[in-house]
């Protein structure tokens, strides 16, 4: 700096600062972290799974003291302790600076996208619970395009899977509709406060050479840069030839992020992991080929397992149960998340636990679809890190991951004990982070991405609510978030998506859809 005491001296890293002044107390902040953001004045921030109220210390996912969790009071109401009011500071480089809570925070309300006399943009969270940002840890967005078909609801999973697969044949699915149907379901994610959603595409029309298929994987990525959401393309099979399915899964992570470490792009918004459906539809080949080029390129591995279909699939062509099969082809690994569990024994749930895997719940497909409820607490209770998702709008309709969290609580109790909301909600953001090896995503917390979601919880909808985090999943359900920001960048603002018109997106879909119908 050249004016004379207008900063501090370097530090031992080199670092110099330089004097801040947002509307909070005077205090230096690193040049190489400058403020870009001020969500201001929350009601309750929920930094994540242990977290202390200034953010530090998280541990990993499952290490809550349930079912009271955080902010629970000897006689069970919410005291705040855990979690106060206050402010959540994002930088230019677009990850958390600090969380100011009690006298550090601003309190005087401040208009959405009004400036501070530095520049720094300020969100209004008054009234407001702010979270992490959610994690959609499995997803099938091109199934945005095939809600509500009929004959789908209320069928044996194997029929399902044969309806679908004339509808995605009818439709012809190519680079438009998989941008479309993408975009649609992102913008409904970011609108429902998901921004991270993992899309387990297992579309892939025959006779697509890997250059071809790369050419989908594009259209999806580039609908959630249009957006400003973080994707995870796993590159899926469904009975796709093993060889060309190994060729196609190297060719997308090549043109996604090449070489980067992790399968994750160097702006941490695009990451690329492989993984077949499931035992029912792929052998061990596809299995085998899949782990290679993960391997050799550092992705991680996702399947589907004891869902209806599978376990019957499984017992009928090995005489074998699908873990028993995942474990023997090397995917039970802690590189490996694992969808559904519905069907799943004691035994199975240590074995899941021993190897390190992660589990991804899905109820709002499984329930309603009556294929069966995963064991979420006694999963937890084995060590077993757990995830949320929405699976597709195929057997799910809807990609609103909290109305989820809040279903998964409701049917816990019919497996087990009844999960309370912090633990669910730790599941759609921290624990659906770590099954992707995503540290610093599904946290608020110093050095964490700067994914937030402010929740209004200031109308009759939340009017009575004793403790405002839990109500965050038992009162209002299908609620939206106010703001939603996603690497230090406001993609929802005061209910409305910034980045794209809602109406319009949906329209690019129909009209893409009404060439079928034509």
Same mark, same amino acid.
């Given at each position: ?6 900063? &501090?001296?370097?530090?031992? &890293? ?24 001020? /969500? ?95 994690? #959609? ?36 699915? !190519? ?78 992570? !090549? ?14 918004? *695009?990451? *690329? ?7 029912? &539809? !792929? ?22 397992? #004891? ?16 873990? !028993? ?10 590189? *490996? ?17 021993? &190897? ?29 890190? *757990? ?8 057997? #799910? ?86 703001? /939603? ?19 319009? /997106? ?13």
């Amino acid at each position: 700096m050249s004016e004379a005491g207008a900063g &501090s001296p370097p530090d031992e &890293s080199g670092t110099v600062s330089r004097p801040v002044t947002d509307g909070a107390a005077p205090r230096l902040v690193a040049d190489r972290a400058v403020p870009r953001l001020v /969500v201001r004045g929350a009601l309750a921030v929920r930094t994540g799974p242990g977290a202390r109220a200034d953010g530090s210390g998280t541990p990993a996912y499952g290490s809550g003291a349930w079912p009271g969790g955080p902010g629970a009071a000897a006689d069970g109401t919410w005291s705040g302790a855990e979690e106060p009011g206050g402010d959540v500071v994002i930088g230019a480089d677009g990850r958390v600076l600090e969380i100011r809570t009690g006298a550090d925070g601003a309190g005087a309300p401040q208009a959405s996208g009004a400036s501070s006399d530095t520049g720094i943009e300020v969100l209004d969270a008054t009234g407001c619970v702010v979270t992490p940002g959610l994690v #959609n840890a499995h997803h099938h967005l091109l199934q945005t395009a095939f809600r509500t078909l009929p004959g789908t609801r209320g069928v044996p999973m194997r029929d399902w899977l044969a309806l679908m697969a004339a509808a995605y044949r009818r439709a012809g699915v !190519d680079a438009g509709l998989v941008r479309a149907a993408a975009r649609a379901g992102l913008a409904e994610a970011l609108l429902s406060g998901v921004t991270t959603v993992a899309d387990h595409h297992l579309t892939w029309p025959a006779g697509l050479d890997p250059a071809a298929t790369a050419d989908l994987a594009r259209a999806t990525a580039a609908a959630a840069d249009d957006l400003g959401a973080r994707l995870v393309l796993v590159r899926g099979t469904a009975g796709d030839d093993a060889e060309a399915a190994a060729l196609s899964a190297d060719a997308v992570a !090549d043109a996604l992020v090449g070489d980067a470490p992790g399968g994750v792009r160097a702006d941490g918004r *695009v990451q *690329v992991a492989v993984g077949p459906a499931g035992v029912h &539809s !792929d052998g061990e080949a596809t299995f085998r080929l899949l782990a290679e080029v993960a391997q050799q390129r550092g992705l991680r591995r996702r399947t589907q397992a #004891n869902e209806q279909v599978d376990v019957a699939v499984a017992l009928e062509r090995y005489g074998r149960r699908p873990l !028993d099969l995942l474990d023997e082809w090397g995917w039970l690994a802690p590189d *490996v998340t694992v969808a559904h569990l519905c069907d799943v024994t004691d035994e199975e749930i240590a074995r899941v636990a021993a &190897s390190g895997a992660s589990v991804t719940h899905a109820p709002g497909c499984d329930v309603p679809m009556g294929w069966g409820v995963a064991p979420v607490a006694r999963l937890l209770a084995a060590g077993v890190t *757990v995830g949320l998702g929405t699976s597709g709008g195929g057997s #799910n309709d809807a990609g609103h991951l909290l109305a989820d969290a809040r279903l998964a609580m409701q049917v816990s109790a019919l497996v087990g004990r009844q999960l309370a909301a912090r633990e669910v909600l730790d599941a759609a953001t921290a624990g659906a982070a770590d099954g992707l090896g995503r540290p610093e995503l599904g946290r608020i917390a110093p050095g964490s991405a700067g994914d937030l979601c402010v929740w209004d919880v200031s109308g009759v909808a939340d009017a009575g609510v004793a403790d405002p985090v839990a109500g965050l999943l038992w009162a209002a359900p299908g609620r939206r978030p106010r703001h /939603v920001v996603v690497g230090g960048r406001v993609v929802v603002r005061d209910g409305r998506l910034v980045t794209a018109d809602e109406r319009a /997106v949906a329209r690019g879909l129909s009209r893409r859809l009404a060439r079928v119908a034509a």
